[in-house]
């Protein structure tokens, strides 16, 4: 090959990793967000006890989705049920990865048209449109600062593409290994249905002893519950599900100095973690 020739192969397999889908969200209208929150409890092969979660759908979410920082923004930190009571959410979930010695937002996060945070990352986005599209992948730069986005955050693995597993491709993007995939933990994504619904899932575990679901389990679990595109976000202890003023999910994290304030219906002696970023349906 010519250095012509390898210069354009290197901007084409770059420009590939750029990609992502795009699809129309339920146009739903109303003053108030509509929301179900069903309760999973499934036997998984493999699994000594069920793995349980929740899977939340929001029926028309072009009003009522937000992607906020923390209440001090980003970099910063709180609690999801802070965050929440300070956003006036009806359900709000953790979301994006986050440095946790600096508490800055890893990769994008647009907030109500507001951009927070830059520059970009290979890792899958998640995000809504202006005009009313959710748009999941990757992501780059300019897009972002064409300012086509109502809400975006980033995560890690694209975990569901049209409805099926995407783990392996977007692994080898993302160039993430192995033991992250197949390690259990706690977990968080978002994404949609083929109506177009928001979908939130969660899967419950207890990230000191590897407990949870792998991503590639998680990924059919979402499928089977009607994900038909979803982006893995942040787990382990950073995982809590909040609606009507209570935590849904079990907690991983131990009290300590920082989130004593904040303890966990079950299992005893957890406590939430003070995460950067959550999922607000208001
Ligand atoms: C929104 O998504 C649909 C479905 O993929 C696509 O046909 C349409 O072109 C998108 N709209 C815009 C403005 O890109
Ligand atoms: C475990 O999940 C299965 C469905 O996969 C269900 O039939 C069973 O009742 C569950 N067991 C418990 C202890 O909840
Ligand atoms: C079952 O789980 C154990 C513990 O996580 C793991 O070491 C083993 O490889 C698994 N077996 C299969 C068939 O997935």
Redesign the pocket.
């Known amino acids: 090959m010519k250095p012509t020739q390898i210069i354009l192969l290197v901007i084409v397999l770059t420009f590939s990793q750029c990609f992502h889908d795009e699809f129309q969200v339920n146009p739903a209208k109303g003053d108030q967000p509509i929301i179900t929150v069903k309760y999973l ?3 998984i092969k493999n699994h000594s006890t ?1 793995v349980t979660g929740t899977i939340t759908l929001l029926e028309n979410p072009l009003l009522h989705t937000t992607f906020y920082p923390s209440p001090s923004g980003c970099p910063g930190s709180a609690p999801v049920s802070v965050s929440s009571d300070f956003y006036h959410c009806s359900f709000a979930q953790n979301a994006g990865f986050f440095n946790v010695f600096t508490k800055a937002c890893i990769g994008p996060l647009v907030s109500d048209g507001k951009i927070i945070q830059n520059p970009s990352t290979i890792r899958s986005s998640f995000g809504i449109t202006k005009y009313g599209n959710y748009s999941i992948g990757y992501i780059d730069q300019s897009t972002i600062n064409d300012n086509v986005f109502q809400n975006l955050v980033s995560g890690a693995i694209w975990l569901v593409r049209a409805g099926k597993s995407f783990v392996d491709e977007s692994a080898k993007i993302e160039k993430i290994s192995q033991s992250f995939l197949s390690e259990r933990a706690p977990r968080t994504a978002i994404g949609f249905n083929k109506k177009g619904q928001l979908l939130l899932g969660s899967a419950n575990g207890l990230e000191s002893a590897n407990e949870g679901v792998n991503l590639y389990e998680f990924a059919d679990l979402l499928i089977e519950n009607g994900a038909y595109y979803a982006a893995n976000l942040d787990g382990g202890g950073s995982l809590t599900t909040y609606y009507k003023d209570k935590i849904l999910n079990t907690c991983s994290d131990h009290c300590g100095s920082l989130n004593k304030d904040y303890p966990c219906p079950s299992p005893q002696g957890t406590c939430e973690r003070l995460v950067t970023s959550i999922v607000c349906l208001k």
Do not use: E
């Open positions: 409890n499934k036997q069920n």
